[in-house]
């Protein structure tokens, strides 16, 4: 299946194994749910919490290009993993020395077209106005016939060549920037578990793994990421569209491709407007929550990884897709050389700090236990 959905939405598809990104899982606690619907005028349950993070969603979906910009981390590539460009699809990419690819104002390449991208998606709408716009959306996109799956075949010479010839085969294979979920029981879709119980968390498929980091992310980021993520939930969410929703596909191109550049303009429906300007405004609504947080857990490092994110847009030198480029260009090296000895460092570092014989132990346990809740799930 990989292999004939990553060659038909992306001819440069093999870039999807190169560079690897972070599922980070946000909910709010029980307790939260209650007077946060009271503060709302709202009835408390499971319908309140499902509409709410849909609402987060759609804000979400509308501002994500800020954590492209700030924790993008893929300006570049290794040149072995694009093929020499069709006249009609060309990949857009500059030369960095005889071993690398990369955009000057890249951000993160994994999240643009060299990434998970798909043609057979690009017209596909799906709405986040409600559980049921969004199911119907997605059932919609998991029944219909596209076209040029058709032509591969589903079974061919005895050999299942894909599942199915529908615009998506499973509802996984979204490559949706945030998804709504809900832990699902054996053998069950996740689409029928959302439908049936609501949505429980969210995951958010945006992030790279930072390569200055040894565990590809770290506290500072994840506050950041908290921040966000509440702000996205708090402030007003209005109604997504077939028309916004190719305005926000368009500005994550734009921050993908161009996002150090200076003077970025970015679309809004009421207009241009700067990047700058739109993420200082952004900024400054998370800045309470951030003093909210500080206050309740008797610290300042909330309002720390806030002032942390906002030197980036003051310059744009210290994100990570800069500081990738100007290591590999002080010290002489290619994307692959780059990436390798970051990841030796990195082993170095664990290699030095093992796990304690009781958190050793314990994760030995959940692996086990892990590993025979696939074995049951595959014999099911």
């Known amino acids: 299946k ?31 749910w209650a007077p946060f619907a009271r503060s709302r005028d709202a009835r408390p349950g499971q319908d309140f919490q499902t509409d709410s993070y849909f609402g987060l969603i759609r804000n979400f979906r509308r501002h994500s290009w800020l954590l492209l910009y700030l924790f993008g981390a893929s300006p570049a590539i290794c040149r072995s993993f694009v093929k020499q460009p069709l006249d009609d699809q060309p990949h857009r990419l500059e030369s960095f020395d005889e071993g690398s690819l990369y955009l000057p104002n890249g951000t993160s390449l994994r999240m643009g ?23 119907d959306s997605m059932h919609e996109a998991l029944t219909r016939s596209y076209a040029d799956y058709e032509k591969i075949g589903v079974k061919v010479d005895g050999e299942y060549r894909q599942l199915n010839t529908f615009l998506l085969q499973i509802e996984n294979e979204f490559y949706g920037t945030i998804r709504p979920k809900r832990p699902i029981l054996s053998g069950e879709r996740p689409l029928t578990a959302l439908r049936s119980r609501g949505v429980e968390y969210v ?15 770290d506290s500072v980021e994840a506050r950041f990421v908290n921040l966000f993520l509440l702000y996205c939930l708090l402030v007003d969410s209005p109604d997504d569209s077939v028309h916004e929703s190719a305005i926000m596909g368009s500005n994550q191109l734009k921050v993908v491709e161009r996002g150090r550049e200076p003077g970025l ?5 009421d207009g241009a407007v700067s990047l700058q300007e739109w993420a200082a405004t952004v900024m400054d609504g998370i800045r309470p929550l951030a003093a909210l947080l500080d206050g309740m857990h008797g610290n300042d490092l909330y309002t720390y990884s806030l002032d942390q994110q906002a030197a980036k847009l003051a310059d744009p030198a210290l994100t990570p897709s800069a500081r990738m480029l100007e290591v590999m260009r002080t010290q002489k090296i290619p994307y692959f050389r780059f990436i390798m000895n970051q990841s030796i460092a990195h082993k170095g570092y664990f290699d030095e700090h093992p796990l304690r014989d009781r958190a050793l132990v314990e994760y030995q346990r959940l692996a086990s236990e892990s590993i025979t809740r696939q074995q049951d799930c595959l014999l099911y």
């Open 2 to 32: 990989t292999v004939y959905r990553l060659g038909l939405g992306n001819r440069y598809g093999r870039l999807k194994q190169t560079i690897s990104g972070i599922h980070y899982n946000f909910s709010l606690p029980a307790d939260f």
């Open 113 to 135: 077209r060299l990434g998970y991208q798909s043609d057979a998606q690009s017209a596909l709408h799906i709405s986040y106005n409600s559980l049921d716009e969004y199911a």
């Open 203 to 217: 995951e958010v498929r945006c992030l790279d793994l930072n390569p200055f980091l040894a565990a590809g992310i």
């Open 265 to 269: 303009m970015l679309e809004t429906l």
